[in-house]
Nanobody, 125 residues
Framework: QVRLIESGGRSVQAGGSLRLSCVVS????????MGWFRQAPGTLEREFVA?????????NYADSVKGRFTISRDNAKNTVYVQMNSLKPEDTAVYYC?????????????????WGQGTQVTVSS
C-alpha cells in the first residue's frame, strides 16, 4: 500500500519561505511522477501547483507560483519537496502531494492515483 505523508506546513508572514516535504512509502518511489496541489479555504477543487517527473529531469509549475516555488525530489530518500519563497496571502491553502504511476507529468488531479493527507500553509499579510 502506497502512503504519502506531507510535512512542513505552518503559519508565516507574507514574503517568508517554507519548504514542504512528502515522504512516500510502499512502492518504488522512483517510478512515480509527483505533484503538489493545493486547496484554498472555501474552494471545492484542488489547484495544480507543481509537478516533477520520475527522475527530476522535467518539472512544470502553475503560472501563479512560477519563479517563487521550486519542486525537487530525492529518490534515495523517497521524498519530494516544494520550496516556497516570497509567499503571499493568496498562497494560503492545504497543500497535498500526489503520486502518478507514469513517466510523464500532469497538471490534472484526477490523473494522480495516490494522495497524502495534506498540510496547512497560512500566509498572513
Amino acid at each position: 500500500q502506497v502512503r504519502l505523508i506531507e510535512s512542513g506546513g505552518r503559519s508565516v508572514q507574507a514574503g517568508g519561505s517554507l519548504r514542504l516535504s512528502c515522504v512516500v512509502s510502499g512502492r518504488t518511489f522512483s517510478n512515480y511522477a509527483m505533484g503538489w496541489f493545493r486547496q484554498a479555504p472555501g474552494t471545492l477543487e484542488r489547484e495544480f501547483v507543481a509537478a516533477i517527473n520520475y527522475n527530476g529531469g522535467s518539472t512544470n509549475y502553475a503560472d501563479s507560483v512560477k519563479g517563487r516555488f521550486t519542486i525537487s525530489r530525492d529518490n534515495a530518500k523517497n521524498t519530494v519537496y516544494v520550496q516556497m519563497n516570497s509567499l503571499k496571502p493568496e498562497d494560503t491553502a492545504v497543500y497535498y502531494c500526489a503520486a502518478d504511476w507514469s513517466t510523464t507529468i500532469s497538471t490534472i488531479p484526477g490523473e494522480y492515483s495516490r494522495w497524502g493527507q495534506g498540510t496547512q500553509v497560512t500566509v498572513s499579510s
